[in-house]
T-cell receptor, first 110, second 112 residues
Framework: QKEVEQDPGPLSVPEGAIVSLNCTYSNSAFQYFMWYRQYSRKGPELLMYTYSSGNKEDGRFTAQVDKSSKYISLFIRDSQPSDSATYLCAVKAAGNKLTFGGGTRVLVKP | DTAVSQTPKYLVTQMGNDKSIKCEQNLGHDTMYWYKQDSKKFLKIMFSYNNKELIINETVPNRFSPKSPDKAHLNLHINSLELGDSAVYFC???????????FGPGTRLLVL
């Protein structure tokens, strides 16, 4: 079993819809939770970073962490074609090692 | 003003060759990383250096040897390239103890 599981998609939505992405993880030692966005042929860029359970909002993006269920989510409101990318969740225990999910490919259709 | 840069962007080479990839960051970070992303987009850490000292060394064949001449640079040398080494290699950097990592644009390696 992988440490972080993420549905690979692709997830296709019409412009303006809410995009819902999620990951599950197996190790309760993970304390830090991140979402990265990766456009085709580019490096991942950090979108959201959370430490505790609960919600964190940044513009159209909301990250949710439920440590009791080992479940993390990312919601994108009012999705735009420019949101079409692969979204990678990442988790971290103490130390510097990030463990990534396999990524979910999202396609927002105009 | 590229924060994390890598050279070359593309690398096509024959099996058995030796090649190097270079990474530089101008963010003043003290920790740098090498990741490998396979064809299924799975991103996995290979190495991490903090202040020129190796701190993470995942299960990577010893044909891969990282080298950090200073805090701003982390190079990756690969000996005796194999077909399975074909992937995208990303460099990243961060401050020690800070969770966010910044990634370079990647080096696409194709071994024929």
């Amino acid at each position: 079993q992988k440490e972080v599981e993420q549905d690979p998609g692709p997830l296709s939505v019409p412009e303006g819809a809410i995009v819902s992405l999620n990951c599950t993880y197996s190790n309760s030692a993970f304390q830090y939770f991140m979402w990265y966005r990766q456009y085709s042929r580019k490096g991942p860029e950090l979108l959201m970073y959370t430490y505790s359970s609960g919600n964190k909002e940044d513009g159209r993006f909301t990250a949710q962490v439920d440590k009791s269920s080992k479940y993390i989510s990312l919601f994108i409101r009012d999705s735009q074609p420019s949101d079409s990318a692969t979204y990678l969740c990442a988790v971290k225990a103490a130390g510097n090692k990030l463990t990534f999910g396999g990524g979910t490919r999202v396609l927002v259709k105009p | 003003d590229t924060a994390v840069s890598q050279t070359p962007k593309y690398l096509v080479t024959q099996m058995g060759n030796d090649k190097s990839i270079k990474c530089e960051q101008n963010l003043g970070h003290d920790t740098m990383y090498w990741y490998k992303q396979d064809s299924k987009k799975f991103l996995k850490i290979m190495f991490s250096y903090n202040n020129k000292e190796l701190i993470i060394n995942e299960t990577v064949p010893n044909r891969f040897s990282p080298k950090s001449p200073d805090k701003a640079h982390l190079n990756l040398h690969i000996n005796s390239l194999e077909l399975g080494d074909s992937a995208v290699y990303f460099c990243a950097s961060s401050h020690e103890g800070v969770e966010t990592q910044y990634f370079g644009p990647g080096t696409r390696l194709l071994v024929l």
